[in-house]
């Protein structure tokens, strides 16, 4: 079985950004997510797993300074960085597993659609709570958009776990508040329907 890094980078070398299950041309709820937080435009956000998404151009045209990526593979941020041309240099760039990431600063915001749900191990998903715990300043936001109870249960060839707010909250435990949910229908790139959930938390 190939590692987790390896299974990423190999999605990326040989699919275009457009070419995956989970691309969107605009990151709408996620935007609507981050307005409700409320984050100031010099406040420190972090999209977690944010691949080659365009979230990252659309924060810095909203005006946040503040903002970095990371992934797990090298080469999804290199497609975001090649987009961005000179922007890239405006945002820190980090390749990393979630679930080694030790930040020297805390975040007003963490970001991350679709990354969590994959963490199928106990073990790892505990990690991934601490750290995102470690990670936010109190009274910080953490956006967190997995499949929902029924949307799929496999993406990129990978199991996944579903959540609704119940068990979102479970995984997080009481330091985190959730303060609004939301669903979506994503449509792939192949026309197929997957059911998300959003949720926005405080960090106490
Ligand atoms: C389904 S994609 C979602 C990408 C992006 N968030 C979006 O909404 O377009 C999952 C992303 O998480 C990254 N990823 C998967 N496991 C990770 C981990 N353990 N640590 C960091 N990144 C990870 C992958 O490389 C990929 O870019």
């Not at 249960?153 to 985190?176: K, P, T």
């Not at 609004?180 to 405080?202: A, G, M, N």
């Amino acid at each position: 079985m190939i590692n987790r890094k390896e299974h990423w980078e190999k999605i990326y070398s040989e699919k275009q950004p457009d070419q995956v299950s989970w691309f969107q041309t605009e990151p709408k709820k996620s935007l609507e997510m981050i307005s409700h937080a409320g984050t100031p435009k010099d406040g420190r956000i972090i999209d977690v797993g944010g691949g080659a998404s365009v979230l990252v151009d659309r924060l810095l045209n909203a005006g946040f300074k503040n903002v970095t990526v990371l992934d797990i593979s090298n080469a999804a941020l290199e497609y975001a960085k090649e987009r961005l041309g000179n922007r890239a240099e405006q945002v820190k760039w980090i390749v990393s597993d979630v679930t080694a990431f030790d930040p020297s600063k805390q975040f007003d915001l963490w970001h991350d659609r679709a990354v969590f749900h994959f963490l199928t191990e106990e073990t790892d998903r505990k990690k991934y709570a601490t750290i995102v715990g470690h990670s936010l300043k109190p009274g910080g936001h953490l956006i967190l958009a997995s499949f929902a109870p029924d949307g799929p249960n496999m993406c990129s060839n990978l199991n996944v776990c579903q959540y609704d707010a119940e068990r979102i909250q479970r995984e997080l435990g009481g330091d985190f508040q959730l303060i609004r949910e939301d669903s979506e229908t994503h449509v792939t790139p192949w026309k197929k329907d997957q059911k998300f959930r959003y949720f926005l938390f405080l960090r106490k």
